[in-house]
């Protein structure tokens, strides 16, 4: 069993900066992948960007947010930066043996961090 725990959420105004962090406990190692993803209210799950050694990013992520795992610590970050209105969201740390984009492959769960981006 893998335990995680976000952290960072909050309100920011557009171009502004967030950190998340989500911290794993239990059975962690460094093979396991680890991702986050965002579900915007009426809105499916939405893959934003995941690690297990080499980071990916969806489109709308890429070149404004960074995902940093530190394997020490069993804890991965997520930067966004030049945040937009359309981020806005409830942000979900997932982890898996494998990083995929669908949701639905992923095992474990945080109970999620809010981030609201005013215009």
């Known amino acids: 069993q893998v335990q995680l725990e976000e952290s960072g959420g909050g309100l920011v105004r557009t171009g502004g900066s967030l950190r998340l962090s989500c911290r794993a406990s239990g059975r962690t190692d460094s093979n396991l992948a680890m991702g986050w993803f965002r579900q915007a209210p009426g809105k499916p799950f939405e893959f934003v960007a995941g690690?297990?050694?080499?980071?990916y990013y969806s489109e709308s992520a890429a070149g404004r947010f960074t995902i940093a795992r530190d394997n020490a610590e069993n804890t991965v970050t997520l930067q966004m930066d030049s945040l937009r209105p359309e981020d806005t969201a409830v942000y979900y740390c997932a982890a898996d043996g494998r990083i995929t984009t669908d949701s639905k492959t992923y095992t474990y769960w945080g109970q999620g961090t809010r981030v609201s981006v005013s215009s």
């Open positions: 690690t297990r050694g080499y980071p």
